[in-house]
C-alpha cells in the first residue's frame, strides 16, 4: 500500500472519528460561552470563560489542521496525474484577480496596467490629501 493510500485512509478514519467531534465540541462550547457572557462577572465565570475559549481555540486548530491536510492530500492526489487543472485554476484565479479597466475623476475609462495604476495613485493620494 502506498504512502499516500494509507494517509488518506488515516484522513478519512479520523474525519468519521474526530472531525464531526470537534465540530460539534465547539459549537457546544461557544453555546456554554454565550451563556457565561450573559451571567455575572465573578472570579469562577471568568475562569470558566477563559478556558472555554482556549478549548475552543484548540479545536479550532485542529479543525483547520484537518482541512489544511486534506487538501495537501488531494493535491498530492490530483496533481501528479492532473497538473494541468491546477495550472488552468491558478490561472483562472490570476484573471479573476486581475484589475482590467478602471474609471478616472474624470469618467473616463482607462485600460492597460499602467493606466489602471495612474488611476489606483491618484485616487490614493487624493484620499490621503482629503483625509478620508
Known sequence: MTALRESAEELQAWKGISIGKIVKL????????????????SVEEVRRRRKLVGEVA?????????????????????????TSYFHKQAGQRRAKNHINKLTDENVMVRYGDE??????????????????
Not at 486548530?61 to 492526489?77: C, G, I, N
Not at 488611476?119 to 493620494?125: D, E, G, P, R, S
Open 115 to 132: 493606466a489602471v495604476a495612474g488611476v489606483a495613485t491618484a485616487y490614493l493620494k487624493g484620499s490621503l490629501h482629503s483625509g478620508s
Open 26 to 41: 465547539i459549537a457546544t462550547k461557544r453555546k456554554q460561552i454565550e451563556r457565561l457572557n450573559e451571567g455575572g462577572r
Open 58 to 82: 484548540e479545536l479550532c486548530r485542529q479543525e483547520e489542521q484537518f482541512w489544511r491536510q486534506r487538501s495537501r492530500a488531494l493535491w498530492l492526489k490530483e496533481g501528479d496525474r492532473n
